[in-house]
């Protein structure tokens, strides 16, 4: 692993047992995220990026879900690394939300419905960003650190009676005030009003917008190294959505922050996006720089995707969609799984998988027409042709 490289996902297959057979959610993915970075997964719905987000967190259920093949390994400081496929429960949850936290497309999961949001989230910030806290309560850190772990703890469910045992009471006041006002401020950053009433109400007093702000209120104040977020703002409203890519942003510059976003929405990718892959039916189709790709892509999936973004101006009716829909994913054949949607298909897209080949340097794609037909084993006259795109400099 790269001393920049702060993810490796290398090999990794989720498959599901159904009553209909074994379906290959994803399959055989490999990619990584630098230190830093924002690296965007697209495609459309059912394409396994939620899959390969879980798995991240080890968060896919077993059973129906299984682990097939590959590893997904974690730079640590140390410059050792954790497989977070191998590693023991224990070390995959205290990874979980203190170096990587995740905003989930169902904010449902996130919260836990017992206790305030108030509660839960002073417990985040007493334990993830205590320097702030102490400094914001104007407070010697060395000497206020354990009291302000005990009294996050308290308000995240111990009993009063045990942390004013244990605490000097105008320290725990002003530590309590510090971190009730984080917890306020960072509520009001993601556009919540009222932000008293929503302390003290639990996640089912709140409808889905307002739990998803919540939630990413949550991931945010962990400062992790590594922010998944799946489709993180669909739910919202346009300013609000605007205000939460901010916040992500403003995180990443302050932390250092690497972020894996998945989205359907390409103009996301242009505004914040280092590099993107695309996945289609559980294997990612290309990968590159998002410049490279949004304006070059090498791939039929990717072209056909960019042609059906609406564009001001476009007449209705003229949008390019792509014909026909993601194919079955139980026991799939062996080939190009996009070939009944291909205009180029030929024979050799049938016979085989593609494998992920650069075009250019950091831009790979998975498409028969970047092999040589000897490489294939097919007769020239079988092989898809290869088309130029505009932009692109791959012959
Ligand atoms: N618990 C499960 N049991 C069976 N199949 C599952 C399960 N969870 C996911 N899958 C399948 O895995 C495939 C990938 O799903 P995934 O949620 O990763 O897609 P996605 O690209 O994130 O789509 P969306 O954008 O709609 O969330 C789908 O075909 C889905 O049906």
């Known amino acids: 692993m790269a001393d920049s490289t702060l993810l490796t996902v290398e090999d990794l297959s989720v498959h599901f047992s159904t009553s209909r057979g074994t379906a290959h959610a994803v399959d055989r993915v490999s990619f990584s995220i630098e230190k830093g970075e924002t690296l965007a997964l697209v495609g459309e719905t059912g394409c396994g990026k939620s899959v390969t987000a879980r798995s991240i967190l080890k968060l896919v259920p077993e059973p129906p879900g299984r682990y097939a093949s590959g590893s997904i390994r974690l730079a640590n400081p140390d410059g050792s690394s954790t497989d977070m496929l191998a590693a023991p429960m224990r070390e995959v949850r205290a990874i979980r939300g203190?170096?990587?936290?995740?905003?989930?497309?169902?904010?449902?999961?996130?919260?836990?419905?017992?206790?305030?949001?108030?509660?839960?989230?002073?417990?985040?910030?007493?334990?993830?960003?205590?320097?702030?806290?102490?400094?914001?309560?104007?407070?010697?850190?060395?000497?206020?650190?354990?009291?302000?772990?005990?009294?996050?703890?308290q308000r995240a469910?111990?009993?009063?009676?045990?942390?004013?045992?244990?605490?000097?009471?105008?320290?725990?006041?002003?530590?309590?005030?510090?971190?009730?006002?984080?917890?306020?401020?960072?509520?009001?950053?993601?556009?919540?009003?009222?932000?008293?009433?929503?302390?003290?109400?639990?996640?089912?007093?709140?409808?889905?917008?307002?739990?998803?702000?919540?939630?990413?209120?949550?991931?945010?104040?962990?400062?992790?190294?590594?922010?998944?977020a799946d489709e993180p703002t669909t739910a919202l409203d346009v300013t609000i959505q605007a205000r939460i890519l901010e916040l992500i942003h403003e995180?990443?510059?302050?932390?250092?922050?690497?972020?894996?976003?998945?989205?359907?929405?390409?103009?996301?990718?242009?505004?914040?996006?280092?590099?993107?892959?695309?996945?289609?039916?559980?294997?990612?189709?290309?990968?590159?720089?998002?410049?490279?790709?949004?304006?070059?892509?090498?791939?039929?999936?990717?072209?056909?995707?960019?042609?059906?973004?609406?564009?001001?101006?476009?007449?209705?009716?003229q949008l390019e969609a792509i014909p026909g829909s993601v194919p079955q994913l139980i026991d799939p054949p062996a080939q190009c799984h996009f070939a009944?949607?291909?205009?180029?298909?030929?024979?050799?897209?049938?016979?085989?998988?593609?494998?992920?080949?650069?075009?250019?340097?950091?831009?790979?794609?998975?498409?028969?027409?970047?092999?040589?037909?000897?490489?294939v084993g097919m007769p020239q006259e079988d092989m898809p042709a290869r088309i130029h795109h505009e932009g692109a400099t791959a012959e």
């Open 340 to 375: 009944s949607r291909c205009k180029w298909a030929a024979p050799a897209c049938s016979a085989a998988v593609p494998r992920l080949l650069a075009v250019r340097p950091m831009h790979e794609t998975a498409c028969f027409r970047y092999e040589s037909a000897e490489s």
């Open 157 to 228: 469910g111990a009993t009063r009676r045990r942390v004013y045992s244990l605490t000097n009471r105008v320290t725990s006041r002003a530590l309590q005030r510090s971190i009730d006002e984080a917890v306020m401020a960072a509520l009001a950053d993601t556009g919540i009003p009222n932000t008293r009433k929503i302390m003290a109400s639990y996640p089912h007093e709140l409808s889905g917008g307002m739990k998803q702000r919540v939630m990413i209120a949550q991931a945010l104040a962990c400062d992790p190294d590594l922010l998944v």
């Open 98 to 153: 203190e170096r990587i936290s995740m905003i989930f497309q169902d904010p449902g999961k996130a919260l836990n419905p017992a206790l305030t949001i108030g509660r839960q989230l002073a417990e985040v910030f007493g334990e993830h960003r205590l320097g702030m806290i102490l400094e914001r309560a104007g407070l010697d850190p060395d000497k206020a650190r354990p009291t302000a772990r005990r009294i996050a703890q």
């Open 251 to 317: 995180m990443q510059q302050r932390r250092g922050t690497a972020i894996l976003y998945i989205t359907h929405d390409l103009s996301i990718v242009r505004q914040f996006a280092d590099r993107v892959a695309v996945m289609y039916a559980g294997r990612i189709v290309e990968s590159g720089r998002a410049i490279d790709v949004l304006t070059a892509p090498q791939h039929p999936y990717t072209q056909g995707l960019l042609a059906a973004i609406p564009r001001p101006g476009t007449p209705r009716g």
